[in-house]
């Protein structure tokens, strides 16, 4: 919306500064960290309120969570609500993956919403059939996927690009949307499956996020996917204004999601989130690198997958507990000690996502 104040620079004024991505996603990154401070203890304060008992915790969980019991969920309206007033204030508006990413994350945050007050009313961790999450997650996913063919340039459209061997490109052609609602999909249910430890899955939904703003800025740029040798895709460069609102919205929703948590991200922020990181992933022609940089939520998906149909086969477990968080947590590890590791190994991974839009 503020760039809309350029129409009023005359070319060297402070007008001219909102003509600047990188100026503006400093501005989104400011707004949603005051946001998220603002607004952070009334919403706690009203879902305490509104929720009595909180958020359900599992029987059959690590007994360490049941002094959390109380703790009130839906937290991620924090953070959904800093990410997209910082967006709509300081993106370009016509800019159609800004929307694209938009509608995925506050379509996604409204499933998770229904699914956690489901939960909270209900007092039992059942919540939304999974089924129905699931219809409507594909769904959405596969509008977002449409969305994003017909946004790309011609020679991209329903492409699939490789992150080493960059000059190949390959045609999904009818399959690319069903390809999209796989990245989106997935990454919104492994985020998903993350969030089970104070600050566990924000933070590398930060890191992601920053990885993934900084990738959409490089591809939208022609002078630099000329020196880094990668696609060319044109208004990808505003994702990093909604990133830079993740960002910041994060980590006013960490101050108070640090342990001990005073309110829980929910499925209203995890699948919000994970679904935009999806989404990015998509439109930015990146969904490979970010099974490297989610590599987090990656092996948190997996381990459950393995844990189920190993189960089935055998009767028995490969880990004490799924996700594999919990299988530490089982092993007697702290929770800070599970938190801090995995946000290294995200950083880790995040660098090396990057890396890999040099490597050739």
């Known amino acids: 919306m503020l760039f809309w104040l350029t129409a009023l620079s005359d070319g060297g004024d402070v007008f001219n500064l909102f003509r600047y991505i990188t100026f503006r996603a400093g501005g989104a990154f400011l707004t949603a960290l005051i946001f998220g401070f603002l ?14 008992k909180g958020q359900p915790i599992r029987d059959d969980g690590p007994e360490g969570h049941f002094v959390k019991a109380g703790t009130p969920t839906m937290g991620g309206l924090l953070i959904i609500g800093a990410v997209v007033t910082s967006t ?18 506050m379509a996604y945050a409204a499933i998770g919403f229904a699914d956690d007050y489901a939960k909270v009313k209900k007092q039992n961790t059942a919540g939304v059939s999974g089924k129905v999450r699931l219809v409507l997650g594909l769904v959405i996913a596969a509008i977002a996927g449409y969305w994003a063919s017909v946004a790309h340039p011609a020679d991209l459209s329903n492409q699939l690009a490789l992150p080493v061997f960059k000059d190949t490109l390959i ?58 040798d990668v696609h060319y895709v044109p208004g990808t460069g505003e994702i990093l204004v909604f990133t830079a609102g993740i960002v910041g919205g994060g980590l006013g929703f960490l101050w108070y999601n640090a342990p001990p948590a005073a309110v829980f991200m929910g ?16 439109a930015t022609k990146h969904e490979i690198v970010l099974a490297i940089v989610g590599g987090l939520f990656v092996v948190e998906a997996l381990s459950v997958i393995i844990q189920v149909l190993y189960f089935k086969r055998t009767g028995k477990r490969v880990f004490l507990m799924a996700p594999i968080h919990h299988h530490y947590e089982k092993k007697g590890w702290a929770e ?21 839009l040099k490597v050739r």
């Open 39 to 52: 607004f952070g203890r009334p919403l706690i304060n009203v879902l305490r309120k509104r929720q009595g």
């Open 336 to 356: 800070p000690q599970i938190v801090i590791r995995f946000w290294i190994i995200s950083l880790i991974l995040a660098i090396i996502g990057l890396a890999t």
């Open 88 to 105: 709509l204030l300081w993106a370009r508006l016509d800019n159609p993956f800004v929307w694209m990413v938009l509608f995925v994350t």
């Open 171 to 228: 045609n999904l052609s009818y399959f690319f949307v069903p390809f999209a609602v796989i990245v989106i999909v997935g990454s919104a249910n492994a985020v998903n499956l993350t969030d089970g430890l104070d600050g566990l899955a924000i933070m590398p939904v930060m890191i992601a996020a920053s990885t993934l703003g900084v990738i959409a800025y490089a591809v939208g740029r022609v002078d630099f996917t000329d020196y880094l």
């Open 267 to 282: 499925d209203t922020g995890s699948l919000a989130l994970g679904g935009a990181l999806g989404a990015i992933a998509v």
